[in-house]
């Protein structure tokens, strides 16, 4: 017995393949026992492969292969009986597979419960596998993946030899897809990037290694044999040739045969597409849209796909097909030319090839010349016996050429043209059939040439995002769009506060295609919040959404330890005077007291009054979260004028009692009554409050009115507090006096008693509380008060509202931020026109109230002198300035100043006297 050794190589390279092709050997008759124990092919030339002494035994079965060059696979069926596997007789189906090889038949030593697919969950073939695959579709399709076998897992695989795999990134075929053949060898690779653990669906095939040999558009088995072709087609989804050729499927136009249909065949692993749609004198001329809207149902048979068919005069349909597959990242496998060229047209195709991204090509049709032209075996005034001489000659050139380029991996010969052009004729070969069916063409696929991977698929960034905000819930409801589904490695949602860092506030998991998405964040804190969707690829790259903004509100927290929360400060920007809400950082268990500091003064032809809509719970914590608008005064000549700025309002929640913020003291509470105007009822809007504890010295008190209904008499009221002392206030509820509604409006009112002077928090502002006397003289100035002496205040938040109800008139404040506002601010007095004694303030009509404010401001970058141990010293007039102990300037001179202490500046220093 002769054993063939043969030296192999097996080593792990990284991609494609970990096993090299065979040894090939080569012999022209068997006549002796021959083991095959190698990675070998092994031939046999001769049409009678076997002595009756010879045999061949396949014990390497996992690698070697038996090529009977001479026969057919039908006919190497007979010769089986030489064939052993492992020792056992060989039995097509049972130990073996009997398949097509060229022109003639390779035998395979596979089992018939072969898994020619394993698949693993990590790279170079580690962690889990599964080899539970085989041949079946679903439904013509691809077979979709479950959680055993791997879904969205698989980073590498294994394929037997003599099959083909086309994987998908999505479910049922669609997405992403590339076939991998395993030709010449067993076929190991880890995935490509794009497919690494994006694998949601598989469909194998049989590989067979025909010849370049095809005849185009006939099925007869004996017109086939006789020219030996080892495949063919037919003007539908193909039939059953046996398995001595392949009959390829033929999708003629859309939609028929339908994808499903032209699936569902397993007589090979290709399919025919699109017969010339871009002939307008075809059956059925197509647009380039309308075969692509169905082109993702032909990729998702896992079939490899031809081209659809060119002709000479519809290139540029081909041109915007292809570049429309490749600009889509869809599969377009083969490129399928039609070929009624003189001879000297076909050195063409290697332009062909190299033009549509090396793509190999298929020749569905071709003979020498076109009749419509008149040229090649059709030339005008030739002798039909000339024709069919020179048809053989000249064909023969053009095979010899087919067959030495690597790229033209098939070709179908057209026997359908006048007699003497056909390679068989009235069922004999022609002088030109002879050669077709003797030549060897050589197996027509090639690695080497089939360089074609589709492109990679078109990333694109979320789109359409929006946000809305829920008050009720503090939740900012996020919805977008996103076109690249499992190709994403990865999908955040990002945060930016008040154009600070972006953060990652969300993982959001990706589906396997295109989708729509929805996300609820909870808001628990304040600022201008930016928010966008941000991407990473599977290569890498970043896509980013456009941005939302939800602009929110949040009061800050005061006081540290046990006073933390109890005294709360925030700011709101009205865009208009529709409802804007603002929430507290910290609830409250019982409702709490609720001012406002006075309008900003950007609309300054407008008369706005702040108006509380509600106070309500949030999200678990009560008494969290508050609604507001801004009302326009009802009479007079600034009536309902419009805001077209934006306005700040700034505003203070208070725990409801005594407490202290830093070693400031304060008291907070809510009236017991409710206060009326348009009532009859005499003193119904005023109310006097007693302090559960004097203060030590006159406080600065705040109050505003609380929640009313506006609905029926859309007049807005205010509140006045006077009458301050260490025990106590009064505050009065007020409208204008040009309303004559008799409707009447109630209220509770909120206030806030603080004492004066400054304090740190121990969280981290500086709290500032003072007050100052402002005479106006006018509605249209604005007039200073400063925070104290030099005092340098980051980021202030002001509140102020009048202490005194000398002038009695409707009268509000609205404040300035304009200037160094980290020194002073500045305020403008806004008065009711219809009250005609009081509504009119000039040089002559003067308006002196005291003014108290309230600043929050942030410790760090604040720079405060504060005032005290104040020493008596001589003063002249000799000044730049004279300032009170609040920062207000009183003028330049000591004389006619009233007793107290004063902060002079001279000389550019500042220096503190006592005026006797």
């Not at 189906?93 to 072969?114: F, H, L, R, W």
């Not at 098939?410 to 003797?438: K, V």
């Not at 509100?553 to 330890?561: E, H, P, R, V």
């Not at 017991?672 to 109310?687: E, Q």
């Amino acid at each position: 017995m002769k054993h063939l050794t043969l030296l192999t190589l097996s080593l792990c390279v990284a991609l494609p393949s970990v096993w090299a092709d065979n040894t090939i050997t080569t012999v022209e008759q068997v006549s002796e026992a021959v083991t095959l124990s190698d990675d070998v092919d092994y031939h046999i030339t001769s049409a009678t492969p076997f002595t009756a002494t010879g045999s061949v035994n396949i014990t390497n079965t996992e690698h070697a292969t038996l090529v009977l060059d001479g026969l057919y696979p039908s006919l190497a069926l007979e010769q089986l009986g030489y064939v052993y596997i492992n020792g056992e007789p060989a039995k097509n189906g049972t130990n073996c597979q009997v398949k097509i090889y060229n022109s003639g038949a390779i035998i395979m030593p596979y089992a018939a419960d072969i898994k020619p697919l394993t698949v693993y969950s990590e790279k170079d073939f580690g962690g889990e596998s599964c080899n539970d695959f085989g041949l079946e579709n679903t439904g013509g399709f691809m077979n979709t993946l479950t959680e055993a076998k791997l879904n969205n897992r698989i980073q590498s695989f294994k394929l037997k030899r003599g099959y083909m795999v086309t994987f998908s990134s999505r479910p049922g075929g669609y997405g992403y897809s590339r076939c991998f053949i395993a030709d010449k060898a067993d076929l190991e690779m880890n995935l490509p990037t794009v497919l690494a653990g994006r694998v949601s669906s598989y469909r194998i095939f049989k590989w067979n290694d025909c010849s370049k040999r095809g005849l185009a558009s006939d099925v007869g088995t004996e017109s086939n044999k006789a020219v030996n072709s080892q495949s063919c087609y037919t003007w539908d989804a193909g039939i059953n040739m046996g398995i001595d050729r392949e009959c390829v499927a033929n999708h003629i136009y859309e939609d028929w045969p339908s994808a499903a249909a032209c699936g569902a065949t397993s007589y090979s692993p290709m399919m025919k597409t699109n017969n010339e749609p871009g002939n307008s004198a075809d059956d059925h001329p197509q647009s380039v849209a309308t075969v692509l809207a169905n082109w993702e149902k032909l990729m998702a048979t896992g079939k490899r796909l031809c081209s659809p068919t060119s002709h000479d005069g519809s290139l540029s349909w081909l041109r915007e097909f292809i570049d429309s597959i490749d600009a889509r990242g869809w599969r377009c496998d083969l490129m399928d030319v039609h070929c009624y060229w003189p001879e000297g047209s076909f050195n063409n195709l290697a332009n062909w090839y190299s033009s549509y991204g090396n793509r190999p090509l298929w020749i569905s049709e071709w003979v020498w010349g076109a009749s419509w032209n008149k040229n090649g075996v059709f030339t005008s005034g030739w002798e039909d016996s000339y024709r069919v001489s020179q048809n053989a000659v000249v064909v023969k050139r053009i095979l010899d050429k087919l067959n030495s380029w690597g790229y033209v991996e098939r070709y179908f010969y057209w026997n359908g043209e006048q007699w003497y052009s056909r390679i068989y004729n009235d069922g004999a070969l022609t002088p030109t059939g002879e050669y077709y069916a003797s030549m060897n063409t050589g197996v027509g696929y090639s690695k080497d040439y089939d360089k074609y991977i589709p492109s990679a698929p078109r990333m694109g960034a979320p789109s359409n995002l929006t946000g809305s905000f829920k008050q009720t819930q503090s939740t900012f409801t996020l919805k977008w769009n996103e076109p690249n589904g499992e190709y994403n490695n990865s999908m955040v949602i990002e945060r930016q506060i008040d154009g600070g860092a972006w953060t990652v506030i969300a993982e959001i998991p990706v589906d396997d295609g295109p989708a729509s998405y929805t996300y609820v964040d909870t808001v628990s804190t304040g600022g201008k919040q930016g928010y966008r969707i941000h991407t990473t690829t599977y290569n890498n790259k970043d896509y980013y959404s456009d941005v939302v903004y939800n602009v929110v509100s949040f009061a800050k927290a005061l006081g540290a330890d046990e006073q933390a929360g109890e005294i709360q400060v925030g700011e709101m920007t009205l865009a208009d005077q529709n409802t804007a809400y603002s929430f507290f950082e910290k609830g409250y268990d019982e409702k709490p007291a609720l001012i406002f500091g006075s309008v900003s003064n950007k609309n300054n032809k407008a008369s706005l009054v702040e108006h509380l809509v509600s106070l309500t719970s949030v999200a678990g914590r009560k008494n969290s979260t508050f609604q507001m608008n801004l009302l326009s005064w009802s009479e007079g000549t600034t009536k309902d004028v419009p805001m077209t700025l934006s306005e700040t309002v700034t505003y203070m929640a208070a725990k409801k009692g005594s407490g202290t913020i830093g070693d400031l003291r304060y008291e907070a509470g809510i009236t017991a009554k409710r206060l009326a105007v348009g009532s009859s009822v005499a003193g119904s809007d005023t109310a006097v409050i007693t302090f559960a504890q004097p203060f030590n010295d006159i406080p600065i008190v705040m109050a505003s009115p609380g929640q009313y209904a506006v609905t029926v008499s859309p007049y807005p009221v205010i509140t006045r507090v006077f009458d301050v002392t260490k025990e106590g206030f009064k505050v009065i509820l007020l409208r204008q006096s040009g309303v004559t509604a008799k409707s009447v409006r109630s209220c509770d009112v909120s206030y806030v008693a603080i004492e004066r002077g400054q304090t740190l928090d121990g969280s981290g502002h500086v709290v500032t509380v003072r007050d100052t006397t402002i005479t106006f003289t006018s509605t249209l100035t604005n007039y200073k008060f400063f925070y104290g002496n030099d005092d340098l205040l980051a980021n202030p938040k002001v509140l102020v509202q009048m202490q005194s109800y000398d002038v009695p008139c409707y009268s509000v404040l609205r404040t300035y931020g304009t200037g160094p506002t980290e020194y002073y601010h500045r305020v403008r007095l806004q008065t009711d026109d219809t009250n005609a004694e009081y509504g009119t303030v000039s040089s002559t009509k003067k308006y002196t109230e005291r003014v108290g404010y309230i600043v929050v401001s942030d410790e760090d970058g604040s720079v405060t002198t504060g005032i005290r141990n104040v020493d008596a010293t001589p003063a002249t007039n000799a000044a730049e300035g004279i300032y009170d102990i609040n920062g207000v300037r009183v003028g330049d001179s000591v004389t006619n100043l009233p007793k107290g202490i004063y902060v002079i500046k001279k000389d550019g220093k500042t220096h503190k006297f006592v005026n006797k």
